[in-house]
């Protein structure tokens, strides 16, 4: 797990100096040169979102496919114990654990870590423009303050002891004891680090970093009773199962919802304190004191991040735990190494939720100041745009000079306050669309674990001895099937059982309408030995299709030619009335976009199926 938090906060670190040298280089000595610097490199920021985005849902549905194939049937249906060798998908559910766990929330917490820093450094940069030595220092500060905390992240790990036959409390209070012994010793350090750089008002920044991380702490612990098994709320969850499963789901939504709270005031007053403390409680809306309070905000989110190193690395226990477990299971091993793997698989849950909260508290801090960052961002290129010739006017009519604008200002020309409709219109689909994609995302989870209970119900079925122990079931296709399920659902959705083709196919396909308009073309995704019968698509004039594959491994093949591979990326020209046929391989799913080529007089012509000995010869 530490290896894990450092490795994370270590490359971070390292991609900001790296390219903070570089465009310091570059743009040395021009004007404003700190302010388009740290602009910039908030692009940095952006590309680390992306692949947090694709980490994090790619990896939840690989977990949660292999993790929910593998319960219901392994342990509801054939009540066989979790982790047991003789489940198919229990390897697949292991790996799961490191996919979605580990790389996804490394990659998401390293977006936060990231963004929080070079929000700041671009706030800085901006509050303290008419101070070119300041600003510099305003720039490096978040900087230092994060790689300090990576030295004392690791003074907290060293902390971490426990004894034989410790208590679930006891163990918390471990992985606390170091935690919280890092979160002091960053907290000192600030005070020293922003004395040294001789900070504006050192003492309100300073104050604005314990802020953030108060606001960590308090978030951790909250996160730490709502889900540990030693508290009240999970006990009351379990007592709801007395009564069915319906009440377990309806009381674990409810506290859910309700644990919502403290993190969210927690934040909001975190907010407030920290942009307080960095303007000298300057109430009055005046630019300088806005540019402060946000450098605060910026700064704050940094405080809660600089123990990263030692946070990621207790979220990183949790699936560890899990997959120690796992191999005591298939190792067959004493059921007193279970009992403590159990143990610390519980306590891994807790510290998972924990490091998951800190991702959310930091970005919500991280949020507000990178608004203020694009705000900048899209100062300088309107000032260029002037330079340009280009002249803007404001709702009045008068003239509009970026380049002497300020927050403020910029705000009124862009009425963006909440009576402006567009600005309200703007956050309820900004809300909607976490619901939207947290719907669209569960939607594949099923979608994925359906897949993943009728492989592990087919390999019962089919392969003789796996519940006597016997039999090996075959791992490696449960493993595929999350890995292309995760894959596939990112890029295109899988859709739904193509039924109105059905009998043009041998196995099992979907179909997934991406387009109707202008090219109509579609996502048919194919299982492991599906493919369709030979057809032709006649036209007198156009007509035909175009194939592009997406995901996994395909076949392509026209009368009279060989078969020609399809991976992702190949694209496949079909002519208008040509006999072909196209599928998965044998060992793996496939899907491709089909587009439809306009013609005049089309139709479709199904013909006899891709007989079995043909198709057999495939490698």
Same mark, same amino acid.
């Given at each position: 797990?530490?290896?894990?938090?450092?490795?994370?906060?270590?490359?971070?670190?390292?991609?900001?100096?790296?390219?903070?040298?570089?465009?310091?280089?570059?743009?040395?000595?021009?004007?404003?040169?700190?302010?388009?610097?740290?602009?910039?490199?908030?692009?940095?920021?952006?590309?680390?979102?992306?692949?947090?985005?694709?980490?994090?849902?790619?990896?939840?549905?690989?977990?949660?496919?292999?993790?929910?194939?593998?319960?219901?049937?392994?342990?509801?249906?054939?009540?066989?114990?979790?982790?047991?060798?003789?489940?198919?998908?229990?390897?697949?559910?292991?790996?799961?654990?490191?996919?979605?766990?580990?790389?996804?929330?490394?990659?998401?917490?390293?977006?936060?870590?990231?963004?929080?820093?070079?929000?700041?450094?671009?706030?800085?940069?901006?509050?303290?423009?008419?101070?070119?030595?300041?600003?510099?220092?305003?720039?490096?500060?978040?900087?230092?303050?994060?790689?300090?905390?990576?030295?004392?992240?690791?003074?907290?790990?060293?902390?971490?002891?426990?004894?034989?036959?410790?208590?679930?409390?006891?163990?918390?209070?471990?992985?606390?004891?170091?935690?919280?012994?890092?979160?002091?010793?960053?907290?000192?350090?600030?005070?020293?680090?922003?004395?040294?750089?001789?900070?504006?008002?050192?003492?309100?920044?300073?104050?604005?970093?314990?802020?953030?991380?108060?606001?960590?702490?308090?978030?951790?612990?909250?996160?730490?009773?709502?889900?540990?098994?030693?508290?009240?709320?999970?006990?009351?969850?379990?007592?709801?199962?007395?009564?069915?499963?319906?009440?377990?789901?309806?009381?674990?939504?409810?506290?859910?919802?309700?644990?919502?709270?403290?993190?969210?005031?927690?934040?909001?007053?975190?907010?407030?304190?920290?942009?307080?403390?960095?303007?000298?409680?300057?109430?009055?809306?005046?630019?300088?004191?806005?540019?402060?309070?946000?450098?605060?905000?910026?700064?704050?989110?940094?405080?809660? &991040?600089?123990? !990263? /190193?030692? #946070?990621? @690395?207790?979220?990183?226990? =949790?699936?560890?735990?899990?997959? *120690?477990?796992?191999? $005591?299971?298939?190792?067959?091993?004493?059921?007193?190494?279970?009992?403590?793997?159990?143990? &610390?698989?519980? !306590? /891994?849950? #807790?510290? @998972?939720?924990?490091?998951? =909260?800190?991702?959310?508290?930091? *970005?919500?801090?991280? $949020?507000?100041?990178?608004?203020?960052?694009?705000?900048?961002?899209?100062?300088?290129?309107?000032?260029?745009?002037?330079?340009?010739?280009?002249?803007?006017?404001?709702?009045?009519?008068?003239?509009?000079?970026?380049?002497?604008?300020?927050?403020?200002?910029?705000?009124?020309?862009?009425?963006?306050?909440?009576?402006?409709?567009?600005?309200?219109?703007?956050?309820?689909?900004?809300?909607?669309?976490?619901?939207?994609?947290?719907?669209?995302?569960?939607?594949?989870?099923?979608?994925?674990?359906?897949?993943?209970?009728?492989?592990?119900?087919?390999?019962?079925?089919?392969?003789?001895?796996?519940?006597?122990?016997?039999?090996?079931?075959?791992?490696?296709?449960?493993?595929?099937?999350?890995?292309?399920?995760?894959?596939?659902?990112?890029?295109?959705?899988?859709?739904?059982?193509?039924?109105?083709?059905?009998?043009?196919?041998?196995?099992?396909?979907?179909?997934?309408?991406?387009?109707?308009?202008?090219?109509?073309?579609?996502?048919?995704?194919?299982?492991?030995?599906?493919?369709?019968?030979?057809?032709?698509?006649?036209?007198?004039?156009?007509?035909?299709?175009?194939?592009?594959?997406?995901?996994?491994?395909?076949?392509?093949?026209?009368?009279?030619?060989?078969?020609?591979?399809?991976?992702?990326?190949?694209?496949?020209?079909?002519?208008?009335?040509?006999?072909?046929?196209?599928?998965?391989?044998?060992?793996?799913?496939?899907?491709?976009?089909?587009?439809?080529?306009?013609?005049?007089?089309?139709?479709?012509?199904?013909?006899?199926?891709?007989?079995?000995?043909?198709?057999?010869?495939?490698?």
């Amino acid at each position: 797990g530490a290896v894990m938090g450092l490795v994370v906060v270590g490359l971070g670190l390292l991609d900001i100096a790296v390219w903070f040298l570089v465009l310091n280089a570059f743009y040395q000595g021009e004007q404003a040169a700190l302010i388009t610097i740290t602009t910039t490199m908030l692009t940095f920021g952006m590309g680390a979102s992306t692949q947090a985005l694709f980490a994090r849902v790619g990896g939840g549905i690989y977990t949660k496919a292999a993790d929910v194939g593998a319960d219901l049937v392994g342990k509801v249906e054939a009540n066989i114990p979790e982790d047991d060798p003789r489940n198919p998908a229990t390897i697949a559910d292991n790996v799961g654990d490191n996919v979605g766990d580990v790389a996804g929330m490394g990659a998401d917490l390293y977006e936060s870590y990231c963004g929080s820093i070079l929000s700041t450094a671009a706030l800085g940069a901006t509050a303290f423009a008419m101070n070119g030595d300041m600003q510099l220092r305003a720039v490096i500060a978040p900087m230092i303050i994060a790689a300090v905390g990576v030295f004392l992240s690791l003074i907290g790990i060293f902390l971490v002891k426990t004894k034989e036959g410790a208590t679930m409390k006891d163990l918390l209070g471990s992985l606390s004891l170091g935690t919280n012994t890092s979160a002091v010793l960053i907290a000192f350090a600030t005070f020293g680090i922003l004395y040294s750089l001789q900070i504006e008002n050192w003492m309100g920044v300073s104050f604005s970093v314990i802020c953030g991380l108060l606001a960590g702490v308090i978030i951790g612990k909250a996160t730490e009773y709502y889900t540990s098994l030693s508290f009240k709320p999970t006990k009351e969850i379990a007592a709801a199962g007395e009564t069915g499963s319906a009440t377990v789901i309806i009381k674990g939504i409810g506290t859910g919802m309700i644990s919502t709270c403290i993190p969210i005031v927690t934040i909001s007053v975190a907010i407030i304190l920290s942009y307080l403390c960095a303007n000298g409680f300057e109430l009055a809306l005046t630019t300088e004191s806005i540019s402060r309070g946000l450098y605060g905000i910026g700064i704050a989110a940094v405080g809660m &991040l600089s123990t !990263l /190193g030692i #946070t990621l @690395a207790t979220d990183a226990y =949790g699936p560890i735990a899990d997959n *120690a477990g796992g191999n $005591a299971e298939m190792s067959e091993l004493g059921p007193e190494v279970r009992q403590r793997t159990d143990e &610390l698989d519980a !306590l /891994g849950n #807790t510290t @998972a939720a924990t490091g998951k =909260g800190f991702a959310i508290g930091s *970005a919500a801090l991280t $949020a507000l100041a990178l608004l203020a960052s694009y705000v900048e961002e899209v100062k300088i290129a309107m000032t260029r745009a002037v330079e340009s010739g280009t002249q803007y006017l404001t709702g009045a009519g008068e003239v509009f000079d970026p380049s002497k604008a300020d927050m403020l200002q910029f705000m009124d020309f862009f009425q963006a306050n909440l009576m402006n409709p567009r600005v309200l219109v703007g956050a309820f689909i900004g809300v909607m669309t976490a619901f939207l994609f947290s719907g669209l995302t569960m939607g594949a989870v099923g979608r994925a674990a359906g897949t993943m209970v009728e492989e592990v119900r087919r390999q019962f079925r089919t392969i003789k001895g796996i519940l006597e122990g016997t039999g090996t079931p075959d791992y490696g296709r449960c493993v595929e099937i999350s890995t292309r399920s995760a894959q596939r659902e990112m890029i295109f959705p899988i859709g739904e059982p193509n039924t109105a083709y059905a009998k043009y196919f041998k196995g099992n396909s979907y179909l997934a309408q991406i387009s109707d308009s202008q090219i109509p073309f579609f996502n048919v995704t194919f299982e492991p030995g599906c493919r369709n019968n030979w057809h032709t698509h006649h036209a007198t004039s156009g007509g035909g299709q175009m194939l592009v594959g997406v995901a996994g491994r395909g076949w392509y093949q026209e009368e009279g030619k060989p078969a020609q591979e399809i991976l992702p990326g190949t694209v496949i020209h079909i002519p208008a009335n040509v006999k072909h046929w196209h599928g998965a391989a044998k060992d793996s799913w496939f899907a491709h976009l089909a587009f439809e080529i306009p013609g005049e007089n089309t139709s479709n012509e199904w013909q006899e199926p891709v007989s079995d000995e043909e198709y057999g010869k495939l490698k």
